[in-house]
């Protein structure tokens, strides 16, 4: 038993020290996203220890129990206050999967949940029809032109001018919504999933890109989507640093998004980044919708 302690305690190290070299190599930032799960294997560890009365390996095991405790905290935290006293807006994204064809599914989720505006990832060319389904409580709807893993289709309550981007080559949303008089900007993305160094390097560029886009323009700003990346990620919190906006879900907990087919695995990689004058009220995720992904839904108050 205390062999398997010692190896447990050696592969979290080892896990630690890759984490430590992310910025240097793809296949490291990988493990980023598991802050979570490094957080309950070493305080599982922990209490073994403990129960063993082994201290000094305890003593070990608490170092990596705080770094990822200092990355967790923030989440579920009061979350802060700002001056807004604007409108309020709800906003639901979702990646839909390409080869999903439960369309009764999402259109139940959404008349449940009830956004000002609704964002859907992965729409193939099946949702140049079915997005008639948002018509009627959405008068303001746009699809692109690509259809596919990087289709896009956004529907809103409010009047919108939509205008389509790309980011390193590949289709983004650019939506200027007039919420009750007041200006409010939409940024609806989906990074490329960083499995190998190439697809790694096309979402760094799509993130580079990405604060340009924002930084372009002041006004009262969501980014929201399919980041394929978690909170804890150097390319994530360079975007964030450099953007200025911050993480919706800070003060509402880990919003595990991907993968909804895996239990014990599942890591938050769907997001909504704001401006920092905008008051998150509520982040929550979204039922099932027999995708890959959860969606995720936020209501906010515009300054």
Do not use: C
């Amino acid at each position: 038993m205390k062999k398997l302690l010692y190896f447990t305690l050696a592969a979290l190290y080892l896990g630690q020290v890759y984490i430590s070299l992310a910025d240097y190599w793809w296949g490291f930032e990988l493990f980023t996203h598991y802050s979570l799960h490094f957080f309950w294997a070493s305080t599982i560890l922990g209490l073994l220890l403990m129960r063993r009365q082994m201290w000094k390996t305890l003593l070990l095991t608490t170092v990596i129990i705080s770094i990822h405790l200092a990355q967790i905290m923030p989440y579920y935290q009061a979350p802060s206050t700002t001056a807004a006293t604007g409108p309020t807006i709800k906003v639901f994204s979702s990646n839909f999967f390409v080869e999903n064809t439960d369309f009764e599914t999402i259109k139940k989720v959404v008349a449940e949940e009830k956004p000002d505006t609704v964002l859907i990832l992965e729409a193939d060319y099946a949702w140049r029809k079915e997005k008639a389904m948002f018509e009627a409580d959405y008068p303001y709807i746009t699809i692109s032109e690509k259809n596919g893993p990087f289709g896009i289709v956004m529907a809103s309550k409010y009047p919108v001018e939509y205008k389509f981007f790309t980011l390193a080559g590949y289709d983004a949303l650019e939506a200027i919504l007039n919420v009750n008089g007041s200006p409010f900007r939409i940024i609806g993305v989906h990074s490329f999933p960083p499995s190998r160094s190439d697809l790694a390097a096309i979402r760094n560029q799509q993130f580079t890109e990405l604060i340009a886009k924002i930084n372009s323009e002041k006004m009262p700003t969501a980014v929201m989507g399919d980041f394929n990346s978690s909170p804890w990620s150097p390319s994530f919190i360079n975007l964030l640093s450099q953007s200025g906006l911050k993480d919706a879900a800070l003060g509402f907990g880990i919003i595990n998004t991907w993968n909804a087919n895996i239990p014990f695995l599942k890591i938050p990689i769907d997001h909504v980044l704001s401006s920092p004058e905008i008051e998150t009220l509520d982040f929550h995720r979204g039922a099932d919708v027999s995708a890959d992904h959860y969606p995720i839904v936020a209501s906010l108050r515009l300054p």
